[in-house]
């Protein structure tokens, strides 16, 4: 079945990628009405409030009826194989939706799905935040090409979709990463290879941020780290991003969180509520980001 999917950010060329930004930016009057009548399932294993919030709106704004649905409705491969639920919603929607644990499970649902399957997080990657990422670095600092982008913390899935994002838009990629939760040596190659102006990984966050036009971070413990909280709050200690980072950044850098967000743990109150954060903005841009998705995988041009 040739039906596009939404599973990673590298599902999109960079022609790709600026096609879903435009979209994003478009009045909505331009994109007319692709889900007109139609249904989209929102499938949600794990909780969110912007994931659920900016996906449902972005369904009406394009003219069609999102229904939210709690994992244990559905329970994959518990009530219902994966693949029996998404051939049953297939018929049902225009589209299917998923927030999952394990990104198999988008996979299993792509193979067999008549309609387009779109991510809104596994624990690999989380491309709706990184195309508003994206969408929202634009908007502040014009063309991407050749700018520094600066991620400090884990190399989690929020990072690895960002990074991909932001080496389709040729910038410069800066990590920094306490020892064991970085990105490895092919996973720097990796995005290396899809167009990114150069690659670094620091053991720092103060040597990441030099010169960096964005500095992006995200929570020291994601969902389903808890035990882990302890360890990470030692390991992350030097890796808070607070004004010594900001102030090796470049003079017109901006700040990003994905959030939610944990005050003076992963960044201070004085940089999140600060004039340099555009953590609003960029939580905002998930609804547009998803509107550009959809119009995207409806097949909508501008």
Same mark, same amino acid.
């Given at each position: 079945?040739?039906?596009?999917? !939404?599973l #990673?950010?590298?599902?999109l ?7 879903v930004?435009?979209l994003?930016?478009?009045? *909505?009057? %331009?994109? +007319?009405?692709p889900?007109?009548? @139609?249904g989209?399932a929102l499938i949600f294993e794990?909780p969110?409030?912007?994931t659920?919030?900016?996906?449902e709106?972005?369904v009406?704004?394009?003219? =069609?009826?999102?229904?939210f649905t %709690? +994992? ?6 518990e009530r ?7 051939r *049953?919603?297939?018929?049902y ?6 927030r999952v ?5 988008l996979?299993?649902m792509?193979r067999?799905?008549s /309609?387009p399957?779109i ?7 989380h491309?709706l935040q ?5 969408l929202?670095?634009?908007?502040e600092?014009g ?6 982008v600066a991620?400090v913390?884990d190399?989690n ?5 960002? /990074? ?9 990629i800066?990590?920094?990463?306490? @020892?064991?939760y970085g990105?490895? #040596?092919?996973?720097?190659?990796? *995005?290396?290879k899809?167009?990114?102006a150069?690659?670094?990984?620091h053991s720092s ?10 500095v992006?971070t995200? /929570? !020291? /413990?994601?969902m =389903?780290?808890e035990?882990?909280t302890? @360890?990470?709050?030692i390991? !992350?200690?030097?890796f ?8 090796v950044?470049?003079n017109?850098?901006i !700040?990003?969180h ?9 960044v201070t109150a004085?940089v ?5 954060? %555009?953590?609003v903005?960029?939580?905002h841009?998930r609804m547009?980001a ?7 995988l ?5």
């Open positions: 079945m040739n039906v596009r999917h !939404f #990673d950010v590298t599902d060329s960079a022609r790709d990628l600026n096609t930004l435009t994003a930016q478009a009045d *909505i009057s %331009r994109l +007319g009405r889900l007109a009548d @139609k989209v794990k969110s409030n912007r659920r919030h900016s996906m709106m972005a009406v704004q394009l003219g =069609g009826h999102p229904i %709690r +994992g244990e409705e559905v329970g994959f491969d219902e194989t994966v693949e029996d639920v998404t *049953i919603m297939a018929g929607h225009h589209a299917i939706a998923a644990f394990a990104h198999s499970v996979q299993r792509a067999v799905s /309609v399957i991510n809104m997080l596994s624990e690999q990657s491309p990184a195309i508003a990422d994206v929202t670095m634009r908007q600092l063309n991407l090409n050749k700018k520094t991620w913390g190399y899935n929020v990072a690895r979709s960002l /990074v991909e994002a932001c080496a389709l838009e040729g910038m410069h800066r990590l920094g990463c306490p @020892k064991g990105a490895d #040596d092919d996973e720097l190659n990796r *995005i290396s899809l167009g990114a150069s690659v670094e990984q966050a103060q040597i990441a941020a030099i010169g960096a036009h964005a992006h995200d /929570v !020291f /413990v994601s =389903g780290q035990s882990e302890a @360890k990470r709050m390991d !992350f200690a030097s808070r991003v607070d004004a010594s980072v900001m102030a950044a470049d017109t850098a !700040f990003m994905c959030l939610p967000a944990h005050r003076e743990v992963e004085e999140i509520d600060g004039a340099q954060s %555009r953590v903005s960029q939580a841009n547009h998803a509107r550009g998705v959809l119009a995207y409806m097949g909508v041009t501008i």
